[in-house]
Protein backbone atom coordinates (compact mmCIF):
# COMPACT_ATOMS: atom_id res chain seq x y z
CA UNK A 1 0.00 0.00 0.00
CA UNK A 2 1.46 3.34 -1.00
CA UNK A 3 0.42 6.86 -0.59
CA UNK A 4 -0.10 9.51 2.18
CA UNK A 5 -1.53 8.21 5.81
CA UNK A 6 -3.60 10.64 8.07
CA UNK A 7 -1.72 10.78 11.45
CA UNK A 8 -2.61 7.72 13.90
CA UNK A 9 -3.11 9.86 16.98
CA UNK A 10 -4.09 8.27 20.30
CA UNK A 11 -2.94 4.77 19.94
CA UNK A 12 -0.30 3.70 23.04
CA UNK A 13 1.85 0.23 24.38
CA UNK A 14 3.39 -0.40 27.09
CA UNK A 15 7.25 -0.70 26.69
CA UNK A 16 8.08 -3.04 29.58
CA UNK A 17 8.17 0.17 31.88
CA UNK A 18 5.67 2.80 30.62
CA UNK A 19 2.45 3.42 28.54
CA UNK A 20 3.96 5.09 25.72
CA UNK A 21 1.57 7.41 23.13
CA UNK A 22 2.27 7.02 19.19
CA UNK A 23 2.11 9.05 16.70
CA UNK A 24 2.97 8.20 13.04
CA UNK A 25 1.91 9.82 9.80
CA UNK A 26 3.52 7.36 6.84
CA UNK A 27 3.73 3.85 5.96
CA UNK A 28 7.03 3.24 7.01
CA UNK A 29 6.68 4.32 10.65
CA UNK A 30 3.91 2.06 11.30
CA UNK A 31 5.00 -0.87 9.59
CA UNK A 32 8.67 -0.55 11.18
CA UNK A 33 6.91 -0.10 14.75
CA UNK A 34 4.97 -3.08 14.50
CA UNK A 35 7.81 -4.91 13.41
CA UNK A 36 9.74 -3.48 15.93
CA UNK A 37 6.81 -4.83 18.32
CA UNK A 38 6.46 -8.38 17.31
CA UNK A 39 9.98 -9.01 17.18
CA UNK A 40 9.67 -7.70 20.90
CA UNK A 41 7.48 -10.37 21.02
CA UNK A 42 9.32 -13.35 19.35
CA UNK A 43 12.05 -12.69 21.32
CA UNK A 44 10.01 -12.52 24.64
CA UNK A 45 8.39 -15.83 23.46
CA UNK A 46 11.99 -17.68 22.57
CA UNK A 47 13.26 -16.46 26.24
CA UNK A 48 10.56 -18.22 27.77
CA UNK A 49 10.32 -21.31 25.84
CA UNK A 50 14.14 -21.47 25.42
CA UNK A 51 14.34 -21.32 21.86
CA UNK A 52 17.22 -19.39 21.08
CA UNK A 53 16.82 -18.86 17.57
CA UNK A 54 12.85 -18.01 17.81
CA UNK A 55 14.86 -15.37 20.55
CA UNK A 56 17.45 -14.23 17.88
CA UNK A 57 14.68 -13.74 14.99
CA UNK A 58 12.95 -11.44 17.28
CA UNK A 59 16.44 -9.52 17.61
CA UNK A 60 16.77 -9.48 14.02
CA UNK A 61 12.98 -8.10 13.69
CA UNK A 62 12.99 -5.43 16.41
CA UNK A 63 16.26 -4.28 14.78
CA UNK A 64 14.42 -4.56 11.15
CA UNK A 65 11.64 -2.58 12.56
CA UNK A 66 14.05 -0.23 13.74
CA UNK A 67 15.08 0.96 10.96
CA UNK A 68 12.04 0.87 9.01
CA UNK A 69 10.76 3.11 11.88
CA UNK A 70 14.02 5.70 11.13
CA UNK A 71 13.56 5.62 7.64
CA UNK A 72 9.56 6.68 8.04
CA UNK A 73 11.11 9.10 10.75
CA UNK A 74 13.44 11.24 8.25
CA UNK A 75 11.13 11.24 5.41
CA UNK A 76 8.68 13.14 7.64
CA UNK A 77 11.24 15.81 8.64
CA UNK A 78 11.98 15.83 5.13
CA UNK A 79 8.20 16.45 3.94
CA UNK A 80 8.15 19.57 6.79
Known sequence: ???????????????GNELMEMTMTNEDQVKGKAKDIGGKAKEEAGDV????????????????????????????KLSD
Open 1 to 15: MTGNFAPLRGLSYYN
Open 49 to 76: VGNDKLKRDGQEDQAEGKVQKGVGDAKE
